[in-house]
């Protein structure tokens, strides 16, 4: 039987170590394939998102998948994206990619990576005691961001050691973004998506889209050092710019590989 045969690699975004971070697939394609069989490749690898890419026009067309669901934003995957495309790219400097949430350009400087993402508007929820109750800990505030229930807990600590109880968690209508005021840098999170197939994501680049404009209100400040607290952790420096977030990082990539389908 013919088969297609297709790139794949995987990069550790929001780190400069290896195994830390957030790991994405990366697949590369000269034409989109049908969404069915994007989607089954991302099952496959069973990553937190898959991207693919198409070059169109002076950037790519980019399309993110979790193992169970297309997503309408990704900040890791957009992030090693840019990196694998630095690679084969080596001269180049910005990239544009078109995707379901507009056009985003990801810059180069040296080995650091700045995306360029739209902020999220902010609605504080008077839900502290009701979400007290069913996550079983203290909440100090409750805002919807996008489709994310951002909690903000006492301090750092009660993020880092915060028990997710996942069939409770994708019973809460959005995903839930823990997060406090930092203790070696501005703030801490924590991304929990049971719905979307992933359970705990290890660094969350599009949950910042509302944890820069929340902190920047909090502190007052427009640039922000902020640690996503996961297992595998990730660094990211942010900038809030009213109605863009910019969020810099580092990758490092782990494989290089080929994947095999049936030819059409």
């Not at 170590?17 to 394609?29: D, H, I, S, T």
């Not at 379901?100 to 180069?108: C, D, F």
């Not at 006492?154 to 997710?164: G, H, T």
Request: proline fraction near 6%; hydrophobic fraction near 40%.
């Amino acid at each position: 039987m013919n088969t297609l045969a297709l790139p794949l690699y995987v990069v550790d975004a929001f780190t400069s170590a290896l195994f830390r971070g957030n790991p994405a697939a990366v697949c590369p394609l000269k034409n989109w394939l049908p969404p069915a069989l994007m989607q089954s490749i991302a099952a496959e690898n069973n990553l937190a998102e898959t991207a693919f890419l198409v070059e169109e026009g002076n950037g790519w067309g980019l399309k993110w998948f979790t193992p169970e669901v297309e997503i309408e934003l990704c900040g890791h995957a957009t992030l090693a994206s840019a990196f694998i495309l630095a690679k084969l790219k080596p001269q180049q400097l910005e990239f544009r990619f078109h995707t379901l949430s507009g056009e985003l350009i990801v810059t180069r400087n040296g080995e650091r990576f700045t995306l360029d993402f739209p902020s999220r508007p902010l609605q504080t929820l008077p839900r502290e005691q009701e979400l007290s109750a069913t996550l079983g800990v203290p909440v100090r505030q409750v805002t919807r961001a996008g489709k994310v229930l951002l909690v903000e807990l006492a301090d750092a600590a009660s993020v880092r050691n915060f028990q997710p109880d996942f069939a409770v968690i994708r019973k809460l209508d959005g995903n839930l973004n823990l997060t406090a005021l930092g203790d070696d840098c501005d703030f801490v999170s924590r991304y929990f998506a049971p719905g979307a197939g992933v359970d705990e994501d290890p660094v969350t680049g599009s949950a910042h889209c509302g944890l820069v404009p929340y902190w920047n209100e909090k502190l007052g400040k427009t640039k922000l050092h902020a640690r996503q607290v996961s297992a595998r952790g990730g660094e990211l420096f942010c900038e809030y710019l009213g109605e863009r977030v910019l969020m810099s990082g580092h990758a490092v990539q782990y494989s290089e590989g080929t994947i095999y389908l049936p030819a059409p």
